[in-house]
């Protein structure tokens, strides 16, 4: 069966700081990879999404980039967090070999509150 | 573009009443269409979904929702709620497997 990591649960930092969020994914190959964010009472954001190794897909400007070194690791990054990039951060993945309904499962999530 | 909206962004129901949570799509094509439900500090969970074929759709929790296409909906019903159904749920639409709109959300609260 496949399974989706993230981690870490949570995290505070400080605004100015790096910020590194790792996503893997276990059980299944060449998935499409998604990250969301989630902002306090709010619906979810695509920000980045990938078909493949290296191939990376942009929805909105920000300051953050994302990563995908291997086949199932996904990786959200920052430079210089912002206050505003505090929120609930979700990865995602979905395959037409499981299924062709395009159906996204997600992981646990990554608490993030900038201070 | 594909999108959804959910209608509500609370609904509050005793435990052992009907629950209804309502969602319309708007696509220029046939849809896929799901249901999503996410408990507190925890990812979403997929409750049902939509593809082709039967409407009514039949999904985890007793949770069902029936695709209507005349009146573009695809609501979400339980004949009757269980305290453990307090959540958030998610409407969400696509066409392609990159591009999956999800509605705003709704809370839905049971009380005792």
């Known amino acids: 069966s496949q399974t989706i990591h993230q981690w870490p649960a949570t995290l505070v930092q400080p605004v100015g700081s790096p910020l590194s969020l790792e996503c893997t994914v276990e059980?299944?190959?060449?998935?499409?990879l998604y990250w969301y964010r989630q902002a306090a009472g709010r619906g979810l954001q695509l920000l980045f999404y990938?078909?493949?190794?290296?191939?990376i897909s942009s929805e909105v400007p920000q300051n953050l980039s994302a990563s995908r070194p291997q086949d199932r690791q996904f990786i959200l990054s920052s430079k210089k967090l912002l206050l505003s990039d505090s929120g609930f951060y979700l990865c995602?993945?979905?395959?037409?070999?499981?299924?062709?309904?395009?159906?996204?499962?997600f992981g646990p999530g990554t608490r993030l509150t900038v201070t | 573009a594909q999108s959804v909206t959910q209608l509500g962004s609370h609904v509050s129901v005793s435990e052992g009443a009907l629950v209804l949570l309502r969602c319309n799509y708007s696509?220029?094509?046939?849809?896929?269409l799901f249901w999503y439900v996410q408990y507190p500090n925890q990812g979403l969970q997929l409750l049902l979904k939509?593809?082709?074929?039967?409407?009514l759709v039949k999904g985890i929790n007793g949770f069902e929702a029936e695709f209507k296409k005349s009146e573009t909906s695809f609501h979400l019903t339980k004949p009757s709620a269980h305290m453990s159904d307090a959540a958030e749920y998610f409407c969400?639409?696509?066409?392609?497997?990159?591009?999956?709109?999800f509605g705003a959300g709704t809370r839905l609260t049971v009380k005792p």
């Open positions: 995602a993945w979905s395959s037409l070999e499981r299924s062709p309904s395009y159906e996204q499962y």
């Open positions: 059980g299944t190959s060449n998935p499409n």
């Open positions: 990938s078909v493949g190794i290296g191939q």
């Open positions: 696509s220029s094509v046939p849809p896929y």
């Open positions: 939509y593809t082709t074929g039967a409407t």
């Open positions: 969400a639409v696509t066409l392609n497997n990159n591009d999956m709109r």
